[in-house]
């Protein structure tokens, strides 16, 4: 047999245009049709002003890709030759020198055309795509009756109200969300590259890890191998300095080999907070005759993962348990991180998965209206520790069940979870997104109301086709390729019982929750303190991104909360208004609105403060908390703690805090101001509580200091006081209390409690000092205030952030933060100076010190 290394050529020197034109032009590949048309100057920004509504019209055209290659005479002579395109967005036809080979339809899998007998010397490749919505528009006509698509904004594309994504194996965003545009993509999305080899190669190469205890890996290597001809010798498989190895045999064609392997006292993999990222690296080997034919490496991290669902007093629990550990899971849900998705790039995805580490997080939910995220997404999150629970790709909709779609979900299914086990982040498998609770099949009374607008033949067809879905095809491709992974039908759900499931309410004693009572029915923050499940997978608040960012869409003539450019950046029907009816609820009125934005932000945080606080304290029962959302796919008002370009608002750093290991949590009922104790640690915790209450020029009133015990990874009530008695005739709008933990293993925490909203509270001018000095590359601020100073923020002119800000500061206690510089080096932040920075408080944004500053600058003009 003759054996040469495989050969690979990724493609480029792109050219595009509609198929209706003459004229090419450049193309970036990967890319999709609007960004290159955006880089050609052929549209305008897409995300400006209300530039959305004028470029609809792209995604009704068909479009063609092309460019030309040179094959190799040593790529010619290999016995096999393939085109291997990693990711068509989404129905393509592929020709090669004018012969068809290949016709796609799902932009979530690669395809692979033999094209041995078409190469030449010299070579052209066409890729036309079809438009989307003129391509699935006759599959709704043919079904005879609309399938619900939550979010389908189809009508913004001049169509009408025909819904038709759900016919479609494509990213379910692109056709609009309530916190994203309608931009439906067509183009060469991952990239596209000749293969050649002969002899045999490794396809696949795979560690199952069948049984990880601290004391032992059992694992078995499956190696999928793909040979020409008959082949037999040795596989190897090594790794830490072990080797294990089989014989084989095997015939021309395609095999999985598999050998098991024992590692002693393994290095394990731990999320961020319990331990080391311990990663291992694997390598497959295929010997004969003293030579290596094939080989392959994989990295993983060895550790067990399930989900834990037993019978306890309250009902069924639901938690992540890591190596014999059960896991509070702390963090957000992720979308896409654009609306084009060739536009991220690795520094982008290091920012935001570096930001969750930062912010305390322990765990990102991968929404199922999204994409299966670019590889560096996961490998970054295997390096911070970072839980991955993966939705499939699937919303908000129900979705057609003939032949075909069924064969390409499950196309799709097995190549993303073959593609993604290798992962130790990735802990969960989902089926969908909010689909069992929006149909309640069970429950008549329940669901979304979809139910209604269907005969009962159709509705149980329309089940029927979902059960296929996501009680068949999914979980049996996860049993029979990742067995080691937990699936979880859809979220939110509750127990799965024979044929039957009850429907998720907002306090369900099992399952998973997404409370939305706060927000889409304006219900008080302080229902986040009632509607708690076992694991709250969504939840959430809007606010505005910071001016910075707004002014990158709005011109200052559009900075109004009802303008045409605001309204259009914000997705969510009544959005703005619902921000505005919260705010004149809990905070006072902004001066302007770009006071708006700030306010808005502070806003958002206490509402997450609220919900997160509320579930840590009722850990054990509760054992999960991921807000919607984490990021933006574009510049908007909405449920993100980060904004698109990255920048921190409120609510990451009262996430930080929120989110500590060891937190202090202040909450006040019937009465009474609870003090509650949450440790993440594994080892239990002795320290001080120090409580004192201080009128807002820092002057002590009253203190009660006291020895307290964190039991270990669980969350325990350390004291009560009255509220009567902590005032004692003090006055409520002038005074916090604060609680103080100063604990073993260096733990710290600080807390405060107002008695009254923020719009109720006497704010003066706190008068804010801040001191810089410099220690090595190191820039650090030290800040002092001679009154309460409310949620200060420090805003700088470089990208990054600040160890800490929106804090309370209070007079005799200074804040010292450093400022964290967004890089693109080999850290995503770096010590760094922030340049130009403005320090400011709630003080300075709220109407009514607006007209004070005024009043006291007439008098001072008068005296003079």
């Given at each position: 047999?003759?054996?040469?290394?495989p050969?690979?050529?990724?493609?480029?020197?792109w050219e595009?245009?509609?198929?209706?034109?003459?004229?090419?032009?450049?193309?970036a590949?990967?890319g999709c049709?609007h960004?290159?048309?955006?880089?050609?100057?052929?549209?305008?920004?897409?995300?400006?002003g209300?530039?959305?509504?004028?470029?609809q019209?792209?995604?009704?055209?068909?479009?063609?890709?092309?460019?030309?290659?040179?094959?190799?005479?040593e790529?010619?002579?290999?016995?096999?030759?393939?085109?291997?395109?990693?990711?068509?967005?989404?129905?393509?036809?592929?020709?090669l020198n004018?012969?068809?080979?290949?016709?796609?339809?799902?932009?979530?899998?690669s395809?692979?055309?033999?094209?041995?007998?078409?190469?030449?010397e010299?070579n052209?490749?066409?890729?036309?795509?079809r438009?989307?919505?003129?391509?699935?528009l006759?599959?709704l006509?043919?079904?005879?009756?609309?399938?619900?698509?939550?979010?389908?904004?189809?009508?913004?594309g001049?169509?009408?109200?025909?819904?038709?994504?759900?016919?479609a194996?494509?990213?379910?965003?692109?056709?609009?969300?309530?916190?994203?545009?309608?931009?439906?993509?067509?183009?060469i999305?991952?990239d596209?590259?000749?293969?050649?080899?002969?002899?045999?190669?490794i396809?696949?190469f795979h560690?199952?890890?069948?049984?990880?205890?601290?004391?032992?890996?059992?694992?078995t290597?499956?190696?999928?191998?793909?040979?020409?001809?008959?082949w037999?010798?040795?596989?190897?498989?090594?790794?830490?300095?072990?080797?294990?190895s089989r014989?084989v045999?095997l015939?021309a064609?395609?095999?999985?080999?598999?050998?098991?392997a024992?590692?002693?006292?393994?290095?394990l993999?731990?999320?961020?907070?319990?331990?080391a990222?311990?990663l291992?690296?694997?390598?497959?080997?295929?010997?004969?005759g003293?030579?290596?034919?094939?080989?392959e490496?994989?990295?993983?991290?060895?550790?067990?993962a399930k989900?834990?669902?037993?019978?306890?007093?309250?009902?069924?629990?639901?938690?992540?348990?890591?190596?014999?550990?059960?896991?509070?899971?702390k963090?957000?849900?992720?979308?896409p991180n654009?609306?084009?998705?060739?536009?991220?790039?690795?520094?982008?995805?290091?920012h935001?998965?570096a930001?969750?580490?930062?912010?305390?997080?322990?765990?990102?939910?991968?929404?199922?209206?999204?994409?299966?995220?670019?590889?560096?997404?996961?490998?970054?999150?295997?390096?911070?520790?970072i839980?991955?629970?993966?939705?499939f790709?699937?919303?908000?909709?129900?979705?057609?069940?003939?032949?075909?779609f069924?064969a390409s979900?499950?196309?799709?299914?097995?190549?993303?979870?073959?593609?993604?086990?290798?992962?130790p982040?990735?802990?969960?498998?989902?089926?969908?997104?909010?689909?069992d609770?929006?149909?309640?099949?069970?429950?008549?009374?329940?669901?979304?109301?979809?139910?209604?607008?269907?005969?009962?033949?159709?509705?149980?067809?329309?089940?029927?086709?979902?059960?296929?879905?996501?009680?068949?095809?999914?979980?049996?491709?996860i049993?029979?390729?990742?067995?080691?992974?937990?699936?979880?039908?859809?979220?939110?759900?509750?127990e799965?019982?024979g044929?039957?499931?009850?429907h998720?309410?907002?306090?369900?004693?099992?399952?998973?929750?997404?409370?939305?009572?706060?927000?889409?029915?304006?219900?008080?923050?302080?229902?986040?303190?009632?509607h708690?499940?076992?694991?709250?997978?969504?939840?959430?608040?809007?606010s505005f991104?910071?001016?910075?960012?707004v002014e990158?869409?709005?011109?200052?003539?559009?900075?109004?909360?009802?303008?045409?450019?605001?309204?259009?950046?914000?997705k969510?029907?009544?959005?703005?208004?619902?921000?505005?009816?919260?705010?004149?609820q809990?905070?006072?009125?902004?001066?302007?609105?770009?006071?708006?934005?700030y306010?808005?932000?502070?806003?958002q945080?206490?509402?997450?403060?609220?919900?997160?606080?509320?579930?840590?304290?009722?850990?054990?029962?509760?054992m999960?908390?991921?807000?919607?959302?984490?990021?933006?796919?574009?510049?908007v008002?909405?449920?993100?703690?980060?904004d698109?370009l990255?920048r921190?608002?409120?609510?990451?750093?009262?996430?930080?805090?929120?989110?500590?290991?060891?937190?202090?949590?202040?909450?006040?009922?019937?009465?009474?101001?609870?003090?509650?104790?949450?440790?993440?640690?594994q080892?239990?915790?002795?320290?001080t509580?120090?409580?004192?209450?201080?009128?807002?020029q820092?002057?002590?009133l009253r203190?009660?200091?006291?020895?307290?015990?964190?039991a270990?990874?669980a969350a325990?009530?350390?004291?009560?006081?009255?509220?009567?008695?902590?005032?004692?005739?003090?006055d409520?709008?002038?005074?916090?209390?604060?609680?103080?933990?100063?604990?073993?293993?260096g733990?710290?925490?600080?807390?405060e409690?107002?008695?009254?909203?923020?719009?109720d509270?006497?704010l003066?001018?706190?008068?804010?000092?801040?001191t810089?000095?410099?220690?090595g590359e190191?820039?650090?601020?030290?800040?002092?205030?001679?009154?309460?100073?409310?949620?200060?923020w420090?805003?700088s002119?470089?990208?990054?952030?600040?160890?800490?800000?929106f804090?309370?500061?209070?007079p005799?206690?200074p804040?010292?933060?450093?400022?964290r510089?967004?890089?693109?080096?080999g850290?995503?932040?770096?010590?760094g100076?922030?340049g130009?920075?403005?320090?400011?408080?709630m003080?300075?944004?709220?109407?009514?010190?607006?007209?004070?500053?005024?009043?006291?600058?007439q008098?001072?003009?008068q005296?003079?």
């Open positions: 047999m003759t054996i040469t290394k050969a690979y050529m990724t493609l480029s020197g595009f245009k509609a198929c209706k034109d003459e004229h090419w032009l450049p193309a590949v990967p049709v960004t290159d048309l955006l880089r050609n100057g052929k549209i305008e920004d897409p995300f400006y209300t530039n959305e509504k004028r470029l019209w792209i995604d009704k055209e068909d479009w063609e890709y092309r460019t030309s290659f040179a094959a190799s005479p790529q010619l002579s290999r016995a096999n030759v393939e085109l291997v395109f990693d990711g068509l967005d989404t129905y393509a036809d592929v020709t004018g012969q068809p080979i290949l016709s796609a339809d799902n932009m979530f899998r395809w692979r055309a033999d094209v041995k007998e078409l190469l030449q010299e052209t490749l066409r890729v036309r795509f438009s989307p919505i003129q391509e699935d006759p599959k006509r043919a079904l005879g009756y609309a399938l619900p698509a939550a979010n389908d904004q189809s009508e913004a001049g169509l009408g109200d025909e819904k038709v994504s759900v016919f194996r494509k990213a379910p965003y692109h056709y609009g969300w309530d916190w994203g545009p309608r931009f439906v993509t067509s183009g999305w991952k596209v590259r000749l293969e050649s080899w002969s002899g045999i190669r396809r696949d560690i199952r890890q069948d049984q990880v205890t601290a004391e032992a890996a059992r694992l290597a499956l190696v999928e191998v793909e040979t020409d001809e008959a037999s010798g040795e596989l190897r498989v090594s790794a830490e300095g072990r080797q294990w014989d045999r015939e064609g395609s095999h999985t080999v598999q050998l098991a024992e590692l002693e006292s393994p290095r993999w731990w999320s961020r907070g319990l331990g990222q311990e291992t690296d694997f390598r497959a080997e295929l010997v004969s003293g030579d290596v034919h094939a080989q490496t994989v990295t993983t991290g060895l550790r067990s989900l834990v669902r037993q019978k306890d007093a309250h009902g069924t629990s639901f938690y992540i348990e890591l190596n014999g550990v059960p896991v509070f899971c963090g957000a849900n992720h979308i654009d609306s084009f998705v060739t536009e991220v790039t690795y520094e982008r995805y290091r935001e998965v930001s969750a580490a930062e912010a305390n997080m322990n765990m990102l939910r991968v929404w199922g209206g999204g994409i299966y995220e670019h590889d560096d997404f996961y490998r970054l999150c295997d390096e911070y520790g839980l991955v629970w993966q939705d790709m699937f919303a908000c909709s129900m979705y057609p069940g003939d032949e075909a069924l979900v499950r196309s799709e299914a097995e190549e993303n979870v073959k593609r993604l086990r290798r992962h982040s990735v802990v969960l498998w989902c089926g969908n997104n909010e689909m609770t929006a149909w309640s099949h069970y429950d008549e009374n329940a669901g979304w109301g979809w139910k209604k607008k269907y005969s009962p033949e159709l509705r149980e067809k329309i089940w029927r086709d979902y059960e296929a879905i996501f009680h068949e095809i999914l979980p049996e491709t049993r029979a390729l990742s067995p080691e992974t937990d699936y979880w039908p859809s979220s939110p759900m509750r799965v019982t044929d039957a499931n009850q998720a309410t907002s306090s369900s004693p099992d399952g998973d929750i997404h409370y939305w009572g706060v927000w889409h029915n304006v219900e008080p923050f302080s229902n986040y303190k009632v708690i499940g076992r694991f709250m997978s969504e939840y959430g608040f809007q991104p910071e001016e910075k960012t990158t869409y709005a011109a200052e003539e559009d900075m109004a909360l009802v303008s045409e450019v605001m309204l259009s950046h914000q969510n029907g009544r959005g703005n208004m619902l921000i505005k009816e919260y705010m004149d809990y905070l006072s009125e902004p001066k302007d609105f770009r006071s708006f934005l306010m808005s932000q502070v806003l945080g206490e509402a997450m403060k609220t919900a997160i606080e509320a579930h840590r304290r009722r850990m054990g029962f509760t999960g908390s991921l807000y919607w959302q984490m990021n933006d796919c574009w510049p008002a909405s449920w993100a703690g980060m698109y990255g921190w608002k409120a609510l990451q750093y009262y996430a930080k805090r929120s989110f500590r290991d060891v937190m202090l949590s202040l909450d006040e009922n019937d009465g009474k101001v609870e003090i509650h104790g949450v440790s993440d640690l080892v239990p915790l002795t320290g509580l120090e409580l004192r209450l201080l009128d807002f820092g002057n002590v203190q009660w200091p006291a020895s307290v015990t964190l270990a990874n325990g009530h350390l004291k009560s006081l009255a509220r009567e008695e902590v005032l004692e005739g003090a409520p709008a002038s005074v916090v209390l604060t609680a103080r933990f100063e604990g073993s293993e733990t710290t925490d600080l807390k409690h107002y008695f009254l909203p923020v719009k509270l006497r003066e001018e706190p008068g804010v000092r801040i810089r000095r410099t220690e190191q820039v650090l601020f030290t800040l002092e205030a001679d009154r309460l100073a409310k949620q200060v420090l805003s002119e470089a990208e990054g952030h600040f160890t800490d800000n804090f309370d500061l209070l005799g206690s804040v010292t933060v450093a400022f510089k967004r890089s693109d080096g850290e995503p932040f770096a010590a100076d922030p130009s920075m403005q320090v400011r408080s003080y300075d944004f709220i109407k009514s010190s607006a007209g004070a500053q005024e009043a006291d600058r008098a001072e003009e005296a003079l």
